[in-house]
């Protein structure tokens, strides 16, 4: 099918030797189609020639422009039951005939590149568009994002094109803050449903599901509190719903086989904090335009891939990727008149550390942290006045995420689509009758973007409508 030798897409002429700083300026940004975000990747030392730098502007350009027919082929995906091919069913043959229609409908350039998306590492795949080591480093942070593995390794490709379908408004690699902090979006939710007559409870935190002959008839909860329903919709991920509330024995084998093979190895880590000024960072100094949007460490190839080496042999990275976002400039709400918020979001952090455990590690990674802005915004720590320091065990003790995986599970080839969370299961159904699972733990995975339970609350509609008694629905939510 793809004999035909693939035009590959055309490096920028230009051979960039410059520096250490590349700023890719609003004006640059909204020239490659990414709305309401400004990228600014920080290095260690300040050219002060840093503004007047030549970008790769053609080459990011026609980049977008290849990037949203195969942002537009998966979005359907985005709003279906996967189909699994394995199968002959009826139902996922026609799903697939749609596919491969709409794969038919791409050029024959757009169908290579979506295989490559699928198969090859975010550095390959970059390493074909541009040539600007830290412009390449800074876009393949978006293949790591929740993942336990490196720039280099094959399959993070498919993670780039996941963040590339973040959208608002029809642009895609749009990024947003909701105002209020992400919070918001959840209580938005929740005031919606109530208005409709949905009673939700918080801070319930489920225990068990009760089960009878193979169904399931409610929760209880964990201060022995049972509430019965007809279906129960599981949000949390496959080893707390298959693993915890339930006894292994009432599922069958190969299915439990596949929940233990399951991903999580949580990766990243998350340091928050209050401020009494704005970083100044030395390549930009001063206030500006350029603080607004995501500020990134990652300042090589080689940097990116070395934070992940120290990761794999259980270490948190000596020199990590940290993405920064200062909220409180776009929403004064998160922060008292004059003080501000800084978010770091840090790869990477694995769950499972070789010589010593995150309640001895989390004052020293946060130091890390801390130090490694400090190389590129030295008066950091000086404008602290309160932190936090959120590790993959602390991700899993208070959000309940299983080894503090952020998406809840990998957001691995082997455990996508029909196959997300286990082969066979992916049509939001579980072994238990009348329990069905709708968090991010099914497709199309983790992510704001209430795709999964959109889906899954279409299936379990479907397959009570017209049942009498209408379903009440016990939904798992431990926190607002
Ligand atoms: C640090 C971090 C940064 C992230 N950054 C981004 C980002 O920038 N953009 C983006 O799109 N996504 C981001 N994500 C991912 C995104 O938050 C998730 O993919 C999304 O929230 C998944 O929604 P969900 O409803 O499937 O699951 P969750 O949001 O995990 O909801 C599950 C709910 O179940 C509750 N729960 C847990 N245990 C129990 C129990 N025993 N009983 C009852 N309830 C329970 C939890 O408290 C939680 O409220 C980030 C996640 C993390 C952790």
Redesign the pocket.
């Known amino acids: 099918m793809f004999s035909a030798v693939p035009r590959l897409p055309k490096k920028s002429s230009r051979a960039f030797f410059f520096p250490n700083v590349l700023t890719l300026s609003r004006s640059f940004v909204q020239k490659s189609s990414v709305n309401s975000i400004s990228l600014v990747t920080v290095w260690k030392f300040c050219p002060s020639m840093a503004r007047s730098l030549p970008c790769p502007v053609v080459t990011y350009d026609e980049f977008s422009k290849m990037m949203t027919p195969m942002c537009r082929f998966m979005k359907p995906m985005l709003s279906m039951v996967p189909p699994d091919p394995t199968t002959l069913n009826p139902k996922d043959l026609k799903q697939l005939h749609f596919l491969l229609q709409r794969f038919r409908e791409l050029s024959s350039d757009e169908r290579y590149t979506l295989v490559q998306l699928m198969t090859m590492s975010s550095a390959d795949f970059l390493d074909q568009w541009f040539e600007t080591d830290v412009l390449k480093a800074t876009m393949s942070a978006s293949g790591i994002i929740?993942t336990y593995l490196g720039i280099r390794s094959p399959g993070t490709a498919y993670v780039l094109l996941h963040h590339y379908m973040?959208e608002i408004d029809g642009a895609f690699r749009s990024?947003g803050f909701s105002r209020g902090g992400?919070g918001a979006i959840?209580n938005a939710i929740a005031d919606a449903a109530r208005e409709v007559g949905v009673e939700i409870r918080i801070k319930?935190?489920?225990?068990k599901i009760l089960t009878k002959n193979g169904r399931a008839y409610g929760v209880a909860l964990?201060d022995g509190e049972e509430l019965s329903a007809n279906v129960v919709s599981s949000?949390?991920d496959p080893h707390?719903t298959f693993e915890k509330?339930l006894d292994p024995h009432e599922l069958p084998a190969d299915f439990l086989e596949g929940v233990r093979r399951y991903k999580f190895r949580g990766s990243?880590g998350?340091v928050n904090l209050a401020l009494d000024a704005l970083p100044n960072f030395m390549c930009l100094p001063g206030p500006g335009a350029h603080l607004r949007g995501a500020i990134s460490i990652s300042p090589s190839m080689d940097y990116m891939e070395r934070a992940y080496d120290d990761a794999k042999y259980g270490h948190y990275s000596r020199r990590p990727y940290i993405d920064m976002v200062i909220p409180s400039l776009t929403d004064p709400s998160v922060a008292p008149p004059g003080k501000h918020v800084l978010s770091c979001?840090v790869q990477y952090a694995p769950y499972k550390l070789a010589e010593s455990t995150w309640d001895d590690q989390r004052e020293a990674f946060g130091n890390n942290v801390i130090n490694t802005i400090a190389e590129y915004a030295p008066n950091i720590r000086d404008i602290i006045i309160g932190r936090q320091v959120?590790t993959p065990l602390d991700?899993e003790r208070e959000?309940?995420?299983t080894q503090g995986n952020?998406?809840?599970g990998e957001l691995s080839l082997e455990q996508l689509f029909f196959l997300r969370p286990v082969a066979g299961w992916a049509y939001y159904r579980t072994p238990i009758q009348n329990l069905y699972m709708?968090?991010?733990?099914t497709h199309p995975g983790?992510?704001?973007?209430g795709a999964?339970?959109r889906i899954a609350s279409q299936v379990i509609l479907k397959e009570w409508k017209g049942s009498s008694p209408r379903p009440t629905v016990a939904a798992?939510?431990?926190?607002?």
């Open positions: 929740g973040g990024w992400t959840s319930a935190p489920v225990g964990q949000s949390v707390l509330f990243s998350k979001f959120l991700l959000f309940g995420l952020i998406f809840q709708c968090g991010s733990a983790g992510g704001i973007m999964n339970g798992s939510k431990a926190s607002n």
